[in-house]
């Protein structure tokens, strides 16, 4: 009968156990088991089995945090999650999405943006540090308070810069203040702490709550002790001035921090204070990124060195060698990524106006992407696409295994701050000139015109992300397409549908 065949399956010529029968299909992939399906009733009850439907779609990177009891059918669930990323790519690719401004209107002009996972942070030259989350369509934002109270005598100091992680907002503003926010308890700063100095430096970890600073020679590292109470841990004592400043990620015990100041790399460890890991004298560096094994960073050699032209070095940060040397170019690397980048790869942006990729396991670019006007300001890749913003204020979208643009979005400020997951991007054009003609206090008009202030954009092209009825309808474009306007974003502007 049938029921005693589910559990004696029949395999040509001997009868196996179900577990066993079980044990054996699941070497299988999606093919293989659908031609299994068609043998018998009873192997088709056996390929369709959850296990390994569940076990597949993990293996593919779907549903990692559920359990097997989530879904009835993990079949279907696997075919809608290969069917969600064929759209999302086909909307990346044709920029179908909804776009919308993070924009600020009370005159004051953008000093710094910075993002995790969709929320961003941006400061004003006002002294207001702004977040908002994209991940909900109906978002506000919220001001965190900031360090002067409204009765001081003056305005504010500018902010210099911002960072954001999954729990923690920091600002670091022009007369040296640091400000310290929990994303989980209100508005209030819960540490704060001054430099003498300007800041030039700012860094916080990807995770957890480690905050350095630096500000003249010296660099600070902050965080919390076991009952909750801000100290500093380290302070580090170095000869030069700080121009990058990185956290490396995934650090067990006290912070390592990663310096670059001028032409020298230091590896800040609480161990070993001082250590330096790349000097050469002469040969500044010009930009940085760490990833929790590595460091990267561009250097640049000047014209009499001409058989050595501008490259990217590459650190192991447990042994302090150097592993690598990339690149071979005239102009100089002005930004790279390698956090975010797919293991074993490396995105750089240069002067010289393109967009590289690099094979940590080979010296040469695997593409070369001319990009840019003036020269590339902020990069990041994942497994097929690039997106580069440029110093002309060109955001670029870039289909790496191709080689060819997808599409561009352009605004009148240098393009600062590039940020993408799966479904969202966010970038910010943020402007050089902190205070521009008429807006100073002897001008009449307080407020800094519109097109000085910078802008910051968030992208959408996930259909199951954009919770329509979150929007007002009014807020909710109704054209798919504007005549003689070549993309389909539903730009969300008011009033569209009166």
């Given amino acids: 009968s049938f029921q005693n065949e589910i559990n004696e399956v029949p395999f040509f010529d001997i009868q196996l156990p179900y577990e066993l029968a079980l044990k054996i299909f699941q070497y299988l992939g999606k093919a293989e088991l659908g031609r299994c399906a068609q043998v018998s009733r ?40 290969r069917a969600r990323e064929r759209t999302l790519k086909t909307n990346w690719k044709n920029r179908i999405g909804a776009v919308s401004q993070l924009r600020y209107e009370l005159g004051k002009v ?17 002294g207001e540090v702004r977040l908002w989350d994209t991940r909900t369509w109906d978002y506000t934002a919220p001001v965190l308070e900031p360090v002067h ?24 503003y022009e007369d040296g203040t640091i400000s310290v926010w929990s994303l ?17 430096a700012l860094a916080l970890g990807s995770e957890g709550a480690t905050v350095a600073t630096a500000s003249g020679f010296e660099v600070k590292v902050e965080s919390p002790d076991d009952r909750g109470f801000w100290q500093t841990t380290e302070t580090f004592e170095i000869q030069k001035l700080v121009n990058f400043l990185n956290l490396v990620p995934g650090v067990t015990g006290s912070p390592v921090t990663v310096a670059a100041a001028e032409d020298v790399v230091y590896l800040l460890k609480a161990e070993d204070p001082g250590k330096i890991l790349h000097s050469v004298y002469g040969q500044p560096v010009t930009c940085l990124d760490v990833s929790a094994h590595e460091a990267a960073f ?9 058989n050595e032209p501008n490259q990217v070095l ?18 100089d ?50 497994d097929w696409k690039i997106v580069s913003g440029g110093e002309e204020g060109l955001v670029c979208v870039w289909d790496q295994r191709m080689g060819t643009k997808l599409w561009e979005m352009h605004h009148r400020h240098p393009v600062r701050h590039v940020w993408f997951n799966s479904h969202s991007l966010i970038t910010a054009n943020i402007p050089d000139e902190k205070t521009p003609r008429g807006a100073s206090i002897t001008d009449d008009d307080l407020t800094v015109h519109r097109k000085h202030r910078g802008v910051i954009y968030a992208y959408e092209f996930s259909v199951d992300q954009l919770a329509v009825e979150s929007v007002l309808p009014i807020c909710r474009s109704s054209y798919d397409e504007v005549t003689g306007y070549n993309y389909n974003i539903g730009l969300a502007v008011p009033y569209d549908n009166i």
Avoid at 110 to 124: E, K, N, Q, R, W
Avoid at 314 to 331: A, D, H, P, R, V
């Fill in 110 to 126: 953008l000093c710094d943006v910075h993002s995790c996972d969709g929320v961003v942070i941006a400061g004003y030259t006002s």
């Fill in 149 to 172: 109270g409204p009765g001081d005598a003056g305005p504010q100091p500018h902010v210099s810069f911002v960072r954001i992680n999954s729990s923690l907002a920091v600002a670091a």
């Fill in 298 to 306: 561009g250097v640049k050699t000047f014209g009499w060195l001409l």
């Fill in 333 to 382: 690397f002005t930004c790279l990524n390698l956090r975010n980048s797919p293991p074993n790869m490396l995105v750089t942006g240069n002067k010289d106006r393109r967009v590289r990729v690099f094979d940590l396991r080979k010296s040469d670019s695997l593409c070369s992407l001319y990009a840019h006007q003036l020269g590339v300001s902020v990069v990041q890749m994942d």
């Fill in 42 to 81: 009873t192997w088709k009850v056996l390929a369709e089995d959850e296990v390994l439907w569940y076990r597949l779609c993990r293996q593919e990177g779907y549903l990692l945090d559920t359990s097997i009891s989530d879904h009835s059918c993990w079949k279907l669930a696997l075919k809608n999650c």
């Fill in 314 to 331: 590459l650190y192991n940060l447990e042994t302090s060698q150097c592993l690598k040397k990339m690149g071979n170019s005239m102009g």
């Fill in 184 to 200: 989980m308890f209100g508005r209030e700063p819960i540490h704060r702490y001054q430099h003498n100095q300007r800041i030039q």
